[in-house]
């Protein structure tokens, strides 16, 4: 069909599982659960990105849609991104808000970032820890072996639909070494520009989850666009 993404597979077979998270940011403002529902349960986790309009050019959702979501899909693993600027207010928030991991950005008050993933764990949930673009991976030096996650952000936060920033994949390679010779046990997940075409390198680098929202909300058939990304890893 024209302008439908062809699938590129680069696949070294991958032997490892690979988690799907579509992005509720891309999903109808208007009929999230039917975009959601669209899926028809095809799908690893949900990943929802909560904006503050300060840490990102963006306002997007709160624990009510969190709280909703845990009760109309008791079952789904939650995966909260939090792009926001005040860890002190917003974080407690979010804790009991049914989110299964709550992933805090280490450029948001560094000096917080110990203590808030310490904060997160004692909650019960798993912990993540995200990067922008520009940010070295030398900044999350000092917590990877206190978290579950490391979310390497290949687009600007705020929007989702942008096009990947290619060095993002350099990140996760490093990351996966760094994990390896440390004996760390994070995944490490990338969030977003990822596409049919290109999810098979994303994961070739070393991706455990991958991210789409517009991918896979914006297309005719959700469901359809995650068994292409599937098919080849
Ligand atoms: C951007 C968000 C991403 C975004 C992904 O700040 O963190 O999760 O929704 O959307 P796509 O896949 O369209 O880039
Ligand atoms: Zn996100």
């Known amino acids: 069909m024209a302008g439908e993404a062809q699938v590129i597979n680069t696949n070294t077979n991958i032997n490892r599982k690979v988690y799907i998270a579509p992005s509720v940011l891309s999903a109808d403002p208007l009929n999230i659960s039917g975009s959601i529902d669209s899926l ?12 503050d309009g300060h840490f990102v050019r963006n306002l997007s959702f709160g624990t009510d849609l969190a709280r909703a979501l845990r009760k109309r899909y008791p079952d789904i693993y939650l995966d909260t991104h939090l792009m926001i600027d005040d860890l002190k207010v917003i974080l407690p928030l ?6 299964s991991s709550i992933t805090i950005h280490a450029e948001t008050e560094p000096q917080l970032l110990h203590a808030s993933l310490m ?3 004692k909650a019960g ?3 993540g820890v ?3 673009p520009p940010t070295p991976i030398e ?3 000092y917590v990877m072996d206190l978290v ?3 979310l390497v952000m290949s687009v600007t936060p705020g929007f989702g639909g942008q096009k990947l920033i290619p060095n993002s994949l350099d990140k996760v390679r490093e990351l996966v070494s760094i994990r390896e010779v440390n004996k760390l046990k994070f995944l490490i997940e990338m969030d977003g520009g990822i596409k049919a075409n290109n999810v098979s390198e994303v ?4 991706c455990d989850v991958v991210v789409a929202g517009s991918a896979i909300f914006e297309a005719e058939n959700p469901s359809e666009v995650v068994n292409k990304m599937r098919s080849v890893l």
Not at 94 to 99: A, N, Q, V, W, Y
Not at 203 to 206: C, D
């Open 40 to 51: 028809h349960n095809n799908f690893d986790w949900l990943h929802l990105d909560i904006m």
């Open 203 to 206: 994961v070739n680098a070393g």
């Open 130 to 132: 995200a990067i922008c």
């Open 139 to 141: 900044s999350i030096k």
């Open 148 to 150: 579950d996650l490391v």
């Open 94 to 99: 979010f804790l009991d808000s049914g989110s």
């Open 125 to 127: 949930l798993n912990a």
């Open 119 to 121: 904060q997160i764990k």
